[in-house]
C-alpha cells in the first residue's frame, strides 16, 4: 500500500504570524497576526471592535469603513500588516465620552438608518466625506457617499444628516485623530 | 484570505530584486484589486511584497511640459491634484467616475493601470 504523505499541516506557526502596532480610536494596540488578516478582521477578531461590519468584503458596499489616518477606506481591502504604525478611527472612536460626534447625533435625528448594519460604515464615511470638503450640494453628497449602500434605503435620511452636519456644525475634532 | 507571505520593499531596487527571486509573489499597493482576487481565490500569490513604502507617490513638473505621476499616488490625490484638475480634466473626470471614495483613496495610479480584468464572467 502507498504511504500516504501527511497532510501539510494548516496550522498557522506562531513564526508566521506579525506584529503589527496601530494606533486604534486614540490608543496604540499592539496584534500579531497572520500577514494575510485584514485590517476589518484584526478590528474585529483580534482588537474586538465589532462596530466596523463586514458586509460584501469584497469593497462594494461600505460596511467596513474606517478611516486610516483620517481618510476614509474600505477596511476589508487592506491587511493589517501594511498598516503598521498608523492611525485607525472606527465608529468606536468618534464620540467623545457620551457626547456623540454630531454626525452621529444628526442621523438619529434625522433617522437616517432602518437595521443599522450598514450605519458604521455610513457615519465614517460621512465623516470623511466631511474632511474632504468636496461636497457641497446633497447631489455632490450622494456622489460622493456612493461607496456605501443602505439594503433598508434610508439614503434621504442619511443625505440629510450629513447636509445638516456640513452646513450647521463642522466635524468636531476628536482627540488625535485629526478627524 | 490564502496562506501566502508578506515582506516589505525597502526601496525600488529590493522590490525588483524580491520579484525577481519569487515570480509567484504580486506586489502590493492599494490592495483594492489584489485582496479581491485572492479572496475569489483567483490570484494565489505566494507573497505579497508590500511597495507601499516606496518614495513614488509625488506628481512631478517634467522639463517637457508634462507632468511625472508616481506608481503609488492614491487615486484620489491624482483626480484632486491641482495640476491634474487645471491641465488634464478628462483625466480627474474619469478618475472620478470610477469605484468609489473609499476605493479611490486606496487604489494606486501604478496598480490602476495595471488591474487585472475583474468581471467574474471572464
Given at each position: 500500500?502507498?504511504?500516504?504523505?501527511?497532510?501539510?499541516?494548516?496550522?498557522?506557526?506562531?513564526?508566521?504570524k506579525m506584529t503589527v502596532m496601530l494606533r486604534v480610536n486614540g490608543v496604540e494596540r499592539k496584534l500579531t497576526v497572520a500577514p494575510w488578516t485584514t485590517l476589518l478582521d484584526a478590528l474585529r477578531l483580534y482588537l474586538d471592535?465589532?462596530?466596523?461590519?463586514?458586509?460584501?468584503d469584497h469593497g462594494q458596499c461600505g460596511a467596513c469603513t474606517v478611516l486610516l489616518d483620517g481618510r476614509r477606506i474600505n477596511s476589508c481591502l487592506t491587511l493589517a500588516v501594511m498598516k503598521d504604525g498608523a492611525q485607525v478611527t472606527t465608529v468606536e472612536g468618534l464620540a467623545q465620552g457620551s457626547m456623540l460626534h454630531p454626525?452621529?447625533?444628526?442621523?438619529?435625528?434625522?433617522?437616517?438608518?432602518?437595521?443599522?448594519?450598514?450605519?458604521?460604515?455610513?457615519?465614517?464615511?460621512?465623516?470623511?466625506?466631511?474632511a474632504e470638503r468636496r461636497a457641497h450640494t446633497a447631489d455632490e453628497i450622494r456622489e460622493l457617499m456612493s461607496g456605501n449602500i443602505c439594503r433598508c434605503g434610508a439614503y434621504p435620511n442619511i443625505v440629510a444628516?450629513?447636509?445638516?452636519?456640513?452646513?450647521g456644525k463642522p466635524a468636531r475634532k476628536t482627540g488625535e485623530e485629526g478627524i | 484570505l490564502n496562506n501566502s507571505g508578506y515582506s516589505r520593499a525597502a526601496d525600488v531596487s529590493d522590490a525588483v530584486r524580491q520579484i525577481v527571486a519569487e515570480p509567484t509573489a504580486k506586489f502590493i499597493a492599494?490592495?483594492?484589486?489584489?485582496?479581491?482576487?485572492?479572496?475569489?481565490?483567483?490570484?494565489?500569490?505566494?507573497?505579497?511584497?508590500?511597495?507601499?513604502?516606496?518614495?513614488?507617490?509625488?506628481?512631478?513638473e517634467r522639463e517637457d511640459g508634462g507632468l511625472r505621476i508616481g506608481?503609488?499616488?492614491?487615486?484620489?490625490?491624482?483626480?484632486?491634484?491641482?495640476q491634474i484638475e487645471a491641465r488634464y480634466p478628462l483625466l480627474a473626470s474619469a478618475i472620478l467616475a470610477g469605484a468609489s471614495p473609499q476605493?479611490?483613496?486606496?487604489?494606486?495610479?501604478?496598480?490602476?493601470?495595471?488591474?487585472?480584468?475583474?468581471?467574474?464572467?471572464?
Open positions: 500500500m502507498a504511504q500516504l504523505s501527511p497532510a501539510p499541516a494548516k496550522e498557522l506557526s506562531a513564526s508566521n471592535l465589532t462596530g466596523t461590519k463586514k458586509g460584501c454626525l452621529q447625533q444628526a442621523f438619529i435625528d434625522h433617522d437616517a438608518f432602518q437595521c443599522g448594519y450598514c450605519t458604521p460604515g455610513q457615519i465614517c464615511s460621512g465623516v470623511g466625506l466631511l444628516a450629513i447636509e445638516e452636519v456640513m452646513a | 492599494g490592495g483594492t484589486n489584489l485582496i479581491d482576487l485572492i479572496k475569489e481565490d483567483v490570484a494565489r500569490p505566494s507573497r505579497v511584497i508590500d511597495i507601499t513604502h516606496l518614495p513614488l507617490n509625488k506628481v512631478e506608481a503609488l499616488v492614491p487615486n484620489s490625490d491624482l483626480a484632486y491634484h491641482p476605493l479611490r483613496n486606496m487604489a494606486s495610479t501604478g496598480g490602476n493601470l495595471l488591474q487585472r480584468t475583474r468581471c467574474l464572467y471572464f
